[in-house]
């Protein structure tokens, strides 16, 4: 008789349907138009009148994304465990980013975002990256326009995370391995992208490697590389090195608790109705 093997599936916090994934092409699609005009707009652009528009396109970003967690909610029936447990993640999240705040890229909060993502899927992901960076704002004063940016890519970087393959089956050492090599480039692109949300308000008679609307897309390109470069390298090389790190060496155990707190939590079990004995 051939062994088998029962693989358990993973449950879901948030699963997302049509009005969330609609929803979150919405917030995605304006979010990489606020990070990438300046590679899409046309040159000789005038600058200046983005200026003034940008803080509207904030605020769009801001509603988009309260409209994505609450389509997520509504549709998924977000339960009272599923709300508990947002709650102490983002928590713990807010409160582990200002312990590097200031030190070269010492972020703790990014490998719980990349573990929690993975064990509770790429929907609860988005959510919970959203506000734990609204949490954190709201804890550390760093409210602001770029704080619309800091949520969409937080929540890009937890929802990523659970969309990597093999949820069910991938386990031990090869999962480890896979999340801290996801956490090392995903560290990375958050930087990127937030680089791209403040470079374009540089004054490009300050610096050679500042936007300049009249230039191609190609100098363009050549600039925000030598900006990245010369500005925020070291401080992203920092933080995709403390989330491996902390990924390898905490990661099992944090991994642990999470799922045992999802099985327990049993978010997709089904309600049933016993008819009563005669």
């Not at 004054?203 to 600039?223: G, I, K």
């Not at 999470?258 to 009563?276: C, D, G, M, N, S």
């Amino acid at each position: 008789m051939a062994a088998s093997t029962t693989v358990r599936r993973q449950a879901r916090a948030v699963r997302l349907g049509p009005r969330s994934l609609t929803a979150l092409a919405l917030v995605s699609a304006v979010g990489v138009a606020g990070f990438g005009w300046p590679f899409l707009a046309p040159p000789g652009s005038q600058i200046g009148a983005h200026a003034q528009d940008a803080p509207w396109l904030f605020a769009g970003l801001l509603v988009l994304l309260v409209a994505v967690v609450a389509a997520a909610i509504s549709e998924s029936g977000l339960g009272p465990k599923a709300v508990a447990m947002l709650g102490v993640l983002a928590a713990t999240g807010a409160a582990l980013r200002p312990i590097g705040a200031g030190t070269a890229g010492i972020e703790p909060m990014f490998f719980l975002m990349v573990l929690s993502g993975r064990v509770l899927g790429p929907g609860f992901g988005f959510v919970l990256g959203s506000v734990t960076m609204f949490a954190s704002a709201l804890l550390t004063g760093g409210v602001g326009p770029w704080l619309p940016f800091q949520m969409l890519a937080m929540g890009w970087f937890a929802m990523g995370a659970g969309l990597l393959p093999g949820p069910d089956r991938l386990r031990g050492r090869a999962e480890l391995a896979m999340l801290a090599g996801y956490g090392f480039l995903a560290a990375f692109a958050y930087g990127t992208v937030m680089n791209m949300a403040g470079w374009p308000f540089m004054s490009a008679l300050a610096s050679n490697v500042a936007f300049d609307p009249h230039a191609p897309v190609a100098a363009n390109l050549a600039r925000f590389v030598a900006y990245c470069v010369a500005t925020s390298l070291g401080w992203d090389l920092g933080r995709a090195l403390v989330t491996v790190v902390l990924t390898l060496v905490v990661g099992p155990a944090v991994l642990r608790a999470l799922r045992r707190a999802t099985r327990r939590a049993a978010f997709e079990a089904p309600v049933t109705f016993e008819a009563p004995r005669q």
